[in-house]
């Protein structure tokens, strides 16, 4: 069985080309977030930028193998607004991360398929300006050992292509590594196997 160990997301901030349907205008933004706390404070700006916009209507969704979501339809009718930005998330497959559809009223009712429309457009259109990236699904483990085993371990590591992203090199040498979870059990079995070397799962 393949692991996947690779997620779709935003690499940076965007904005969608400006949706107009009978006088109401439709702005999409979307937001590389990994916390509810940069959630609340985009739609803060947003809500800022745009203080005289009627609705500022949005989903997101946060995680990799367990996620979170969330649809709001700020005043908008039930699931009008929401869940068909959220669609468009799972449609273009991708996770950590914020859109935001502002709407202007332009003095005539869409009714709810002109807003599902509306809104699902505002939001296609703010992911087809997105730069959207894959990302790798990382473990991180703890390597601990002696400084005359250094060598060694430095070849194995360079010869597996794994990254150290942090290290104490003293008597005792720690090293904690990222390792592609689809690699992880590889490197576990090989530092297990290697006398001298302590690893643990971080």
Do not use: W
């Amino acid at each position: 069985m393949e692991i996947t160990d690779t997620y779709k997301t935003i690499s940076k901030p965007a904005i969608g080309e400006l949706f107009k349907d009978k006088n109401s205008k439709f702005y999409g933004y979307t937001f590389p977030v990994t916390n509810e706390e940069q959630v609340k404070e985009n739609i803060a700006a947003l809500k800022k930028e745009h203080y005289s916009a009627r609705h500022c209507c949005y989903a997101y969704q946060i995680g990799i193998n367990k996620t979170k979501y969330r649809a709001n339809d700020d005043g908008e009718p039930n699931n009008s607004a929401g869940m068909p930005i959220y669609g468009q998330i799972q449609s273009f497959k991708v996770t950590n991360i914020l859109i935001v559809v502002i709407r202007y009223y332009g003095g005539v009712k869409l009714g709810v398929g002109g807003l599902i429309n509306a809104y699902r457009t505002g939001a296609q259109l703010a992911l087809e300006a997105s730069l959207i990236i894959e990302k790798t699904i990382n473990t991180s483990f703890l390597l601990k050992f002696e400084y005359k085993n250094m060598s060694k371990v430095m070849r194995l590591l360079k010869e597996n292509q794994v990254e150290i992203t942090n290290q104490t090199l003293e008597l005792n040498c720690l090293l904690e590594i990222s390792v592609r979870k689809s690699n992880s059990s590889k490197i576990l079995k090989l530092f297990n196997d290697f006398f001298g070397v302590e690893i643990n799962e971080l």
